[in-house]
């Protein structure tokens, strides 16, 4: 068995790099900091893509099956004698998996900030966050214990924060954090009360121990964790149901999902990274990680489905209408998180049963360097002409032909056009729906055909449509942009390719998966049909979309406006929130408790004006009242003692 | 090692203060001796340290004992556990950083100086004290300065909010004396002699019916210090009229007085009182908690937004000591080590805009991000560790108290557990609506485009916070180790006594 210890070192130098340009980048290394990040993330990427080779290859199996293999652990803080956070790295297939996929997307993020960032006045604070946020989500992949992700979570949650609000002085952006922010530290509470009630049946917060003895139909953990309820609800199922609320703020699941969208106000690499290797992969990472525990308790698996696939569909809805190209990203990417979710959802343990688990995160896994390809391929299109909008857009594959065919590529991928690596990932994934449930199974097939529709939109509005009148003909920018495009495409071209269900399964050991060609034929002719309609109404400049738009009436314009979801939410935290919870509180301490202790205050006060002229100093009233005391007295003993 | 060391010398500091003329004087003997302070703090942590590592086991080390009142028992009887240590170490990072915060106190500079350093003599004093006499005479010692600190150097309705905090502490201070009062007329130690002396008393079983009328008294009086809802509301008026220094002082230490006091000898005394009380407790702490964080959302000033932050994690605090389960209990303590160290660094943060933008209101400010960096980092790193963010102590406290309150398995307090995290998402919501709109979003002054970054003072002063506050975040076991022996021993104290009945 190899010593896995230097795996530390891929999170670390992430770490590392951050405090030094936090501390030293904007006074020391300045426009330097891009090439120490890139080249600190360069070495990481290396490392993982070396652990990968080792342990997939050179350890392999044994009997069969991937082992689970704790690289390091410290005990991090123990709470009492058998309940502790640890610090650890642990390794099977999907944390290696996600670590490759991680770093090898940051890095190419890196790479295209130097052209992207070039001549930002914050460069080195921006390469710091880069750092931060790779660092958190490397550690939140490789973790031991469900504290150490729930810590990893909340620094996710707090870089994408950073990020976001990159252009601090934007009010939007600065909106956008927040809400951000908020909306998955409201989810995160969820996942926290979660891990209350899973530690505290389990009686560990260790994740190989925890799964062990709640698997374990005979260990007195999982007797006491089935046999509690809570209105009529087991408590492991609250306790999953909670967690999954964590992940599905993370991973923008409705109605968590509202602060996907704005999230694009960071830089558009940064989007990129959000939207295919950190952050949203995470919910549903979280849910593979304790998949185990899951699968044993089909309620909260159902929760995973139904919320999993209602977010497909809504979100390709919704990004139909929109005109802003990153909010038509950002849907898309709720959407295709959806399919992993619900891919998840109607999975089992084990065997054949396991398909969805795999091809859950086979879509994860291609569905990153076609996202990232969208993402960063979009952040040269607004490069170019300082716009996000559609509408300013258009005949643009003159100007930048290597964007224009890798983003064509990452649209067909996308779409499920084969041989591109999204066909692969989403074909088994309807196999998985197929097989155990068909209402999702037909969700998942229109949802295909809507998202080939929506993203040909895109790729027809932006580089078709009408001939562009853009007078500067610099292009696509440096070459530090192109290349991260054209890597990225020939990844969105093979990845598919890989045989993933050898190394990836619910179980670890091999699945035996093969297209089936006749059952492809539906979803690919849906995804060819939604291209040519795309073609149909966007390739040359014409009123049919409006035509459309109009005869769909209501419902477009609803669509249009997301439902009105953000619109409920507002409702809910300004009108209830502030005024009817906020503001009464505030004024009742101000007023109520607080007028309380005043008023016991002036009372003393009151009262000392009274008595104080007892003590007036005049010794011929203390005469008086001697003397008054005295028959007083006397009054009483005479009629006491009567 | 002495600890009345720890007492003497910031008395000898003050005095020597008193010979000191003009502000550079001042300032330069009370560095020296708040730089001592904290070298004399980490020392009695390392010796600590060594003295357990060798086997010592003993419940209070470096004890000493003077005779003070004989008639009356009272001794000067010192030592110190892990709890002590974690809160004498506090001290004496929250003093330095405050004397260095007021560097440039040029208004009565020789008795501001004098004040702040009297009040650390007290604080110390009251966190070495094993007598319950001595203990509250140090009480009161740190109370005194803090009137004229406030009702001299403050700003804003100052003679009212100093008024009201001396009165409504020394309110505590008297019910305090009542429980203390009430706790050693029951004892006795042989011949009918009463005894103040706190561990002497820990081995007497106090009748229960006595718990039950004293500990309400001396819980209620130390809560006041500690913010204890209803009577909390000394802290918003108090700490937005203090000057810098002393709204630290007022919120790192002084508040820890009354965690601390509630602690020690509310709960490790009078343990039956406080497991049949626990539900009261529980319930004031959850709402401080809760209804703290939501007061918080609806203030417009930097410092009331901090103080009544502080009202709301100070509940983790009561909250942690009423769910009595050993975790909870080490939470609380963690929670009063970590507050007390990001309070400071936010009234750091807040003085060091206030001194250069003049207004202290979230609307007003904005922008500061661009003109000072190094002072817009630290606010956003006390709100990051106030929202508990992993990586700072807030989350360390926070976590520990939650999962020690999840032990208690009793439905109610299940509930009050999970209204206590909720207040994690409200936390959120304040803290970055105060963060966005002061240190981000557009300049909306132009006057406040020249302004500048802080001086070297005060960076190092927010340095030795933000240091305190990460060790504690990233290596927690240190302080958990720490604490737990000490934690553990009230706990089985507790679980004995009130099995027994």
């Known amino acids: 068995m190899t010593n896995y210890a230097y795996v530390s070192l891929i999170p670390l130098l992430p770490l590392a790099c951050f405090v030094v340009l936090g501390l030293w980048g904007r006074k020391r290394f300045k426009t330097f900091s891009g090439i120490v990040g890139t080249g600190s993330l360069l070495a990481s990427t290396i490392l993982s893509f070396y652990t990968a080779y080792q342990y997939f290859f050179v350890d392999g199996k044994v009997n069969g099956v991937y082992q689970h293999i704790i690289a390091m652990k410290y005990t991090w803080l123990q709470f009492s004698p058998n309940v502790s956070i640890d610090m650890g790295i642990m390794l099977d297939p999907i944390s290696v998996m996600m670590i490759v996929v991680v770093t090898f997307i940051s890095l190419m993020v890196h790479v295209f900030s130097l052209g992207y960032m070039k001549g930002e006045e914050r460069f080195a604070t921006y390469y710091a966050f880069l750092s931060l946020f790779t660092f958190s989500m490397l550690g939140l992949v490789l973790s031991t214990n469900i504290f150490q992700i729930y810590m990893f979570w909340e620094l996710v949650g707090v870089s994408s924060y950073l990020l976001i609000g990159y252009y601090f002085d934007k009010p939007s952006a600065v909106a956008a954090s927040k809400k951000a922010f908020i909306?998955?530290?409201?989810?995160?509470?969820?996942?926290?009360?979660?891990?209350?009630?899973?530690?505290?049946?389990?009686?560990?917060?260790?994740?190989?121990?925890?799964?062990?003895?709640?698997?374990?139909?005979?260990?007195?953990?999982?007797?006491?964790?089935t046999t509690g309820s809570l209105l009529g609800v087991s408590i492991l199922t609250w306790g999953l149901t909670l967690v999954f609320i964590g992940g599905a703020g993370k991973s923008a699941m409705f109605p968590l999902h509202i602060w996907l969208p704005d999230a694009m106000?960071?830089?558009?690499?940064?989007?990129?990274?959000?939207?295919?290797?950190?952050?949203?992969?995470?919910?549903?990472?979280?849910?593979?990680?304790?998949?185990?525990?899951?699968?044993?308790?089909?309620?909260?698996?159902?929760?995973?489905?139904?919320?999993?696939?209602?977010?497909?569909?809504?979100?390709?809805?919704?990004?139909?209408?929109?005109?802003?190209?990153?909010?038509?990203?950002?849907?898309?990417?709720m959407s295709q998180i959806g399919y992993m979710m619900f891919s998840l959802g109607v999975s089992r343990y084990g065997g054949e049963n396991g398909l969805g688990f795999m091809a859950s995160m086979f879509h994860l896994f291609t569905h990153a360097f076609f996202k990232s390809l969208l993402f960063l391929g979009a952040g040269a299109v607004i490069h170019l002409v300082h716009s996000n909008d559609m509408k300013d857009m258009g005949g643009l594959r003159k100007f930048m032909p290597v964007t224009h065919i890798s983003f064509l590529i990452a649209c067909l991928a996308i779409s499920g056009i084969p041989p591109f690596a999204g066909f692969f990932s989403k074909e088994e994934i309807l196999t998985a729906a197929f097989d155990s449930n068909k209402l999702i199974y037909g969700v998942a097939l229109f949802t295909s055909g809507l998202t080939a529709f929506y993203m040909f939109r895109l790729y027809f509005s932006i580089f078709w449509k009408k001939e562009s009148h853009l007078h500067n003909a610099h292009g696509e920018g440096t070459s530090t942009m192109k290349i991260p495009l054209i890597i990225l495409a020939v990844c969105a071209v093979i990845a598919g390719l890989l045989p993933f269900s050898n190394f990836i399964t619910s179980d670890g050991a091999a699945l035996e998966t093969h297209i089936n060609l006749v059952f492809s034929i539906a979803p690919v002719l849906l995804a060819l049909g939604g291209i040519l309609l795309a073609a149909n109404l966007y390739k040359t400049e014409n009123n049919k979309p409006e035509k459309v738009a109009a005869a769909l009436g209501g419902f477009y314009k609803a669509a249009h406006s997301k439902f009105y979801v953000d619109e409920v939410y507002i409702f809910v935290t300004k009108k209830i929130v502030f005024n009817l919870i906020g503001r009464p509180a505030a004024w009742i301490d101000k007023n109520i408790v607080d007028g309380l202790m005043n008023l016991i205050a002036s009372v003393t006060e009151k009262i000392s004006e009274l008595i104080k002229g007892l003590q007036s100093g005049k010794v011929q009233s203390y005469t008086l009242y001697f003397f008054a005391g005295i028959v007083g007295l006397a009054a009483v003993f005479i009629y006491l003692w009567k | 090692m002495n600890i009345s060391l720890l007492v003497i010398l910031p008395i000898l500091t003050a005095v020597a203060l008193l010979f000191c003329n003009g502000l550079k004087q001042v300032r330069t003997v009370s560095l020296i001796g708040a730089t001592v302070q904290l070298a004399l703090?980490?020392?009695?942590?390392?010796?600590?340290?060594?003295?357990?590592?060798?086997?010592?086991?003993?419940?209070?080390?470096?004890?000493?004992?003077?005779?003070?009142?004989?008639?009356?028992?009272?001794?000067?009887?010192?030592?110190?556990?892990?709890?002590?240590?974690?809160?004498?170490?506090?001290?004496?990072?929250?003093?330095?950083?405050?004397?260095?915060?007021?560097?440039?106190?040029?208004?009565?500079?020789?008795?501001?100086?004098f004040l702040l350093i009297l009040l650390s003599a007290g604080a110390y004093g009251f966190f070495i004290s094993l007598d319950l006499f001595t203990m509250f005479f140090f009480l009161e010692v740190a109370v005194i300065p803090k009137f004229l600190l406030i009702g001299i150097w403050g700003s804003g309705k100052k003679e009212y909010s100093a008024m009201k905090l001396a009165l409504m502490l020394m309110g505590g201070s008297a019910l305090v004396f009542v429980g203390l009062l009430g706790l050693y007329f029951n004892t006795d130690i042989g011949g009918g002699v009463h005894s103040f002396d706190l561990l002497q008393i820990s081995q007497m079983h106090i009748p229960v019916e006595v718990q039950k009328m004293f500990f309400p008294f001396a819980f209620a009086g130390f809560g006041i210090f500690g913010a204890l809802f209803p009577f909390h509301t000394w802290v918003p008026d108090g700490h937005s009229s203090a000057p810098t220094a002393a709204s630290m002082f007022l919120a790192g230490i002084s508040m820890k007085l009354g965690g601390y006091g509630c602690l020690r000898v509310a709960t490790y005394l009078m343990p039956d009182a406080a497991h049949a009380y626990s539900w009261i407790i529980v319930l004031l702490a959850t709402i401080a908690i809760i209804y703290g964080a939501f007061a918080t959302m609806m203030q417009t000033d930097l410092k009331y937004i901090n103080a009544y932050s502080s009202v709301s994690h100070c509940g983790f605090v009561l909250l942690g000591i009423g769910m009595l389960t050993q975790t909870s209990i080490t939470g609380a303590v963690m929670q009063m080590v970590s507050h007390g160290l990001m309070t400071a660094l936010f009234f750091a943060a807040i003085g060091m805009i206030y001194s250069r933008t003049h207004t202290r209101m979230v609307a007003q400010l904005g922008g500061l991000l661009k003109m000072m960096p190094f002072i817009s980092t630290v606010?956003?790193?006390?709100?990051?560790?106030?929202?508990?963010?992993?990586?700072?102590?807030?989350?360390?406290?926070?976590?520990?108290v939650f999962m020690g309150s999840w032990q208690n398995p009793d439905t109610m307090y299940r509930i009050a557990t999970i209204l206590a995290c909720a207040s994690i998402v409200v936390t959120a919501v304040y803290i970055l609506r105060a963060v966005g709109q002061s240190v981000m979003g557009p300049v909306t002054d132009s006057h406040y485009l020249g302004l500048k970054d802080a001086s070297w003072n005060e960076k190092f002063a927010a340095g030795l916070l933000i240091i305190g506050i990460v060790a504690i975040g990233i290596a927690p076991f240190w302080l958990n180790e720490l604490i737990t022996p000490a934690t553990d021993t009230i706990m089985q104290h507790a679980v004995k006594l009130v099995t027994l009945k």
């Open chain 1, 183 to 225: 909306v998955t530290r409201f989810a995160d509470l969820g996942f926290l009360i979660g891990i209350l009630i899973l530690a505290f049946h389990a009686e560990t917060l260790d994740i190989s121990t925890l799964i062990e003895r709640l698997t374990d139909h005979q260990s007195t953990q999982f007797v006491s964790i």
């Open chain 2, 379 to 400: 606010f956003v790193i006390a709100g990051l560790c106030s929202l508990g963010l992993p990586g700072f102590s807030g989350f360390v406290a926070e976590m520990t």
């Open chain 1, 265 to 333: 106000e960071g830089p558009t690499p940064v989007s990129a990274l959000i939207h295919a290797a950190t952050m949203v992969v995470a919910g549903v990472y979280l849910v593979a990680r304790l998949f185990p525990v899951y699968s044993i308790d089909g309620a909260a698996l159902d929760i995973v489905t139904y919320v999993g696939a209602f977010s497909a569909l809504l979100a390709a809805v919704i990004a139909c209408t929109q005109t802003d190209i990153k909010r038509v990203l950002a849907y898309s990417t």
């Open chain 2, 41 to 113: 703090a980490f020392a009695l942590l390392i010796l600590y340290w060594n003295e357990r590592a060798a086997g010592n086991t003993a419940q209070m080390l470096f004890e000493s004992s003077y005779t003070w009142f004989a008639p009356l028992h009272i001794n000067f009887h010192v030592g110190v556990d892990g709890i002590s240590i974690a809160m004498i170490a506090l001290t004496s990072f929250i003093v330095l950083a405050g004397v260095l915060m007021s560097w440039k106190e040029d208004r009565m500079p020789k008795e501001f100086f």
